[in-house]
């Protein structure tokens, strides 16, 4: 274990690690893996990804248990994730067992930088597949390079599982809604960078962006999915341009394990007014309460924790996914893999 590290104050960023691994996809075919101690790559000037967006990456966390093991978090559907994102950009599919291959590679050569049991942090492990290949025309690449970093992380949002205020972004789209919001693509990133920044500068946590189309409905919440609690029911949006985050799938099951109704459906904004819990989720978010939602431009405000505590509802479901991820409760779905 690193004895330098403060891992108990770490934030949400990037963290030099000592090796990160990375694989090319040259005259058709994945070559070998290969491990590199550089943070830098060298890549063409007329590379696709810089010029046409072929770039899609992954977000998947490590814990460290009680028991000193090393638990890996449904890196299956992050897999599966990242061959619906290249599949969009028309870049080569990462097989699975590349996939996880490098992801444990990466692991194994960084252990000293995962966090300890009962620290709050965890390791954060990045996945990044590009199109190397030079083109001028809008065309895909040739040649591909898939890579990962991994480095410990703390709470993405500072407040952490403290309830922090939204803005509701009526003026921006993050994804068209026959575009490419449902895959993790560095595009949708780049077209939330402005709603977002606004959100932050007049002190917010993160946008909500409605849908793209009419506007009525809930889509996401930055970088992390929606969703509420009315009575015993957990409810989500359901939308083509938003990213199927791993997260609410697992609080999906967790929330009809512990007996609520789950509804994933179209949300009206109206409905804001109804809801006695709301909260973003997602791999680096977990979960954030939601206390308040503000939107200036309909003169609208929701609030929510009104005792300035996260509710009942989405404590249980916090506290339960974390135990599961580090393997304080049994592991009932297979969802976690050990790094031996
Ligand atoms: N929505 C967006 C736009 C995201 O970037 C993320 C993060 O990955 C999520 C939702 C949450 O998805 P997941 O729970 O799979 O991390
Ligand atoms: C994640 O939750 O893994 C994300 O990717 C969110 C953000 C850092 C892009």
Known sequence: MN????WGNLSFGYFPTKYNVRCYWRD???GELEVSSSEIINIHIAAT???YGQDAFEGMKAFTGKDGKIRLFRWQDNAQRMKES???LLMPEVPENLFIEAVEKAI???KEFVPPYGTGASLYIRPLLIGTGAQVGVKPANEYLFIIFVGPVGPYFKEGFNPVNIQVAR???RAAPLGTGHVKVGGNYGASLRATERAHHEG??????????EKKYIDECGPANFFAIKGNNYITPDSHSILPSITNKSLIQIAK????????RHIPFEELAEFDEVGACGTAAVISPVKQIVDAEAGKVFNYCKDGKAGPYSTKLYNKLLSIQNGDEPDNYGWTHIIE
């Open 86 to 88: 290249a599949d969009v």
């Open 28 to 30: 058709g075919q994945w």
């Open 204 to 213: 917010y946590s993160a946008c909500l962006f409605l849908d793209a189309k």
């Open 49 to 51: 990804c810089l010029h």
């Open 3 to 6: 004895n330098n590290i403060d």
């Open 171 to 173: 003026d921006y789209d």
């Open 257 to 264: 394990d512990m007996g609520m109704t789950v509804e994933k």
């Open 108 to 110: 194994k050569l960084n």
